[in-house]
C-alpha cells in the first residue's frame, strides 16, 4: 500500500461538530493537520471532494469476531471482519472477549491482540466478558482497565451457555468498575423470563422463528432494564444497555438520569429496519437475534430515541454465523445461533433510512456512528472528530449515488445475508484511516496486521 505523508481533501462538505460546511482538510502522516476554507500548499496526493460529504471515521463499539457461541463460531475474524468493516467506513471497531471457564481476564485483551495479530486491517479495542465473578476475577479489573479495556460486559442471561451473571454480582463488578474507572455493560434480559417463555413455546409446539420473539416479550427486556437501573444506583457506577429494543426502556433510563444515575443505551441498525414480521418468512432464521426484533411501534419510537438523543448511538452487534450454523434452527428456533451479520450496512442503512428520509439530520448522524462512541468508549480526542490532532480517520461519501444492497454488493464474510435487496441512497467512495487510504471505490488497499489495539480511557464524567 502507497503510503502518501501529505493529503490535501479540498472542497468537501464537512461535518465538523453541529455544523456542515465547505472546507479544505490537510493530513499529515497519521493526523489531521488543517481544517479550513482554502489550505493551499502542495501536497502529495490532492483529492476534489466537491459534492461530496466528509466525515469522520465510523466507529462500531459493538461486533463479535471469532465469537464462540451455540456450538458454533462466528465467520468474522480481524481479517475478514475488519475488511467488511472498512467496506462500511468503519475504520475502528470494539470487539467483545469472553473469559474463558477457569481463566484469567487479562486473557481476554491477550487472546485478542493474538488473533488480531497479522490480520487487523482497522484499529480495535476490547470489551472484556466476565463469565465467572469471583474474587480473583474482580480483583483484575483494576489491571484490565489499566491495559486500555475499560468497558467490561455482563449478560443477564444465556444461563446454560455458561454467560449469565447474577443480580448481586453484577452489583459487585459495577462498583470496582466505578472505583478503578470502568463502565459496566449489559445485556438486559431477564433470565428466568426466557427459561419459561422458551420452554412453554416448544412443550406447545410453536418451534418455528416466528416463536423466538414471541418466547422473550418486551416484558423480558423492560424487567431487565429495571434491574440493571437498580445495579446502577445501588454501585453508583457507569452501566450501558447494548443493543436496547423496546421502546419503553428509553423512558425507564430517562427517569433514571433524572434520578443522577450515569445509565445509557444503545440500539442497533437491524432494529431499525426489520421488525418481527421477519420471522415470520420461508427463512426467518435470518433475523433470530437476542433481544429479537419487535413490532414496528418499537421501531419507529426507536428511530425518534436516536433523533433526539434519548438513545446515545446505534451499533451493529455484528454477529456472523455461517448458513449451515444458522439451519441448526430450522426446525427448533432455540437452537439457532442468534445473531445477525451487520458491521458494514451500518452506515449506509443510517444514512439512506435515516438522512435521506429525513428521520435524522446530518450532524446526528455522525454523532451516531462516530462522535458519540468515541466520547463513551474513551477513544476520543484521537478518533470521532475531523480536527487538527485527531486521527486521519476519513470518509468521502457520495449522497447522489444510488445502489442495490445484497449479497452480491456487500463484503461480509457470509454465505447469505439479512440485507437482501434494500435500495441505498448514498455510497462510501473512499476511507482513510490514519492517514492510510484503505478503501479506494471497490478496491481494498489495506495491508493485513496495520490495525492497532486501542488503549482506551473513559473520561471522567
Known amino acids: 500500500m502507497e503510503r502518501y505523508e501529505t493529503i490535501l481533501i479540498k472542497n468537501g462538505t464537512v461535518v465538523l461538530g453541529r455544523d456542515v460546511v465547505r472546507k479544505d482538510l490537510l493530513v499529515r502522516g497519521e493526523k489531521i493537520a488543517e481544517v479550513a476554507g482554502k489550505i493551499s500548499c502542495r501536497a502529495d496526493m490532492t483529492i476534489d471532494a466537491d459534492n461530496l460529504f466528509v466525515f469522520p471515521g465510523a466507529i462500531d463499539n459493538h461486533v463479535h ?48 491482540k493474538r488473533e488480531a495479530q497479522g490480520k487487523a ?47 448481586e454480582d453484577l ?41 423466538h420473539a414471541k418466547s422473550r416479550p418486551p416484558a423480558v427486556e423492560r424487567k431487565a432494564i429495571d434491574d440493571a437501573i437498580d445495579i446502577c444506583r445501588r454501585s453508583g457506577g ?66 425518534e430515541g436516536i433523533a433526539d438523543g434519548r438513545i446515545s448511538l446505534v451499533s451493529s452487534d455484528d454477529a456472523a454465523y455461517s448458513w449451515e450454523a444458522k439451519l441448526l434452527g430450522k426446525d427448533r428456533f ?19 433510512e435515516g438522512v435521506a428520509k429525513e428521520r435524522l439530520s446530518l450532524t446526528r448522524f455522525v454523532e451516531l456512528i462516530s462522535s458519540e462512541p468515541a466520547e ?21 461519501f457520495d449522497p447522489r449515488i444510488e445502489w442495490i444492497m445484497n449479497n452480491e454488493t456487500l463484503h461480509m464474510n457470509t454465505d447469505w445475508s439479512a440485507y437482501e435487496d434494500i435500495n441505498i441512497t448514498g455510497k462510501i467512495i473512499k476511507v482513510f484511516s490514519r492517514g492510510e487510504l484503505i ?20 473520561n471522567n464524567e
Open 65 to 112: 469476531f471469532n465469537d464462540e457461541f451455540m456450538e458454533t463460531i462466528s465467520v468474522h475474524d480481524y481479517y475478514t471482519g475488519t475488511r467488511a468493516a472498512a467496506f462500511g467506513g468503519v475504520t475502528c471497531i470494539i470487539d467483545f472477549s469472553n473469559q474463558k471457564p477457569g481463566g484469567s481476564l487479562i486473557d481476554t485483551i491477550t487472546d485478542k
Open 121 to 167: 486491517l482497522i484499529d480495535w479495542g476490547v470489551h472484556p466478558v466476565i463469565t465467572d465473578p469471583s474474587e480473583t476475577t474482580i480483583n483484575e479489573i483494576e489491571d484490565v482497565v489499566r491495559q486500555g479495556s475499560p468497558t467490561v460486559k455482563c449478560y443477564m442471561t444465556y444461563r446454560d451457555e455458561g454467560l449469565m451473571i447474577e443480580k
Open 171 to 211: 452489583v459487585r463488578i459495577s462498583s470496582r468498575l466505578e472505583q478503578e474507572g470502568g463502565m459496566l455493560l449489559l445485556h438486559a434480559e431477564d433470565n428466568d423470563m426466557i427459561e419459561k417463555g422458551v420452554t412453554g413455546m416448544i412443550e406447545s409446539g410453536n418451534t418455528g422463528s416466528f416463536y
Open 238 to 303: 457507569r452501566v450501558f444497555i447494548v443493543h436496547m429494543s423496546v421502546s419503553d426502556g428509553m423512558g425507564m433510563l430517562e427517569d433514571a438520569r433524572a434520578e443522577g444515575l450515569n445509565i445509557h443505551a444503545e440500539t442497533c441498525t437491524h432494529y431499525l429496519v426489520f421488525d418481527e414480521n421477519m420471522l415470520a418468512q420461508h427463512d426467518g432464521i435470518k433475523w433470530i437475534c437476542s433481544p429479537p426484533l419487535r413490532d414496528k411501534g418499537h421501531q419507529e419510537a426507536l428511530w
Open 334 to 352: 432455540d437452537k439457532c445461533p442468534n445473531g445477525i451479520p451487520g458491521v458494514e450496512p451500518r452506515l449506509n442503512i443510517l444514512y439512506s
Open 376 to 396: 463513551m468508549f474513551g477513544l476520543s480526542p484521537d478518533k470521532g472528530r475531523l480536527l487538527p490532532g485527531s486521527d486521519a480517520d476519513i470518509v468521502l
Open 439 to 458: 478503501i479506494d471505490e471497490k478496491k481494498c488497499l489495506a495491508e493485513k496486521g496495520r490495525g492497532r489495539y486501542l488503549n482506551r480511557i473513559l
